[in-house]
């Protein structure tokens, strides 16, 4: 297994290009040995006997999506509901430099 040690924190800083101070490399790499080793556990067990999951819901799903019916778009509901117009014109603030 890994262990990440202050040469790798020093490395990934420079990848990152940040700058860490000393108690935050201590909390990151403590963070990052904590990853690995459950990381580890996880590799430890035995999954020979289960098979591949492609979707965690499978066929449970059904279609939950609504059949596309195009509906004719009426101009006027907008422009009878809009606060300023002119018969069919809109009336909006202009723009002032």
Sequence with gaps: MIKIDNELIKKLEKLS??????NEEIIIKNDLNNLLNYMS?????????????????????KSITHEDIPEKFKSDDIINNF???????????????
């Design 17 to 22: 290009n940040i700058e860490l101070k000393d």
């Design 41 to 61: 556990l996880l590799d430890n067990i035995d999954v020979s006997d289960e098979e591949e999951l492609f979707s965690p819901i499978k066929d449970e799903l």
């Design 83 to 97: 606060p300023e117009k002119n018969e069919k014109y809109l009336k909006v603030p202009g723009i002032h430099n």
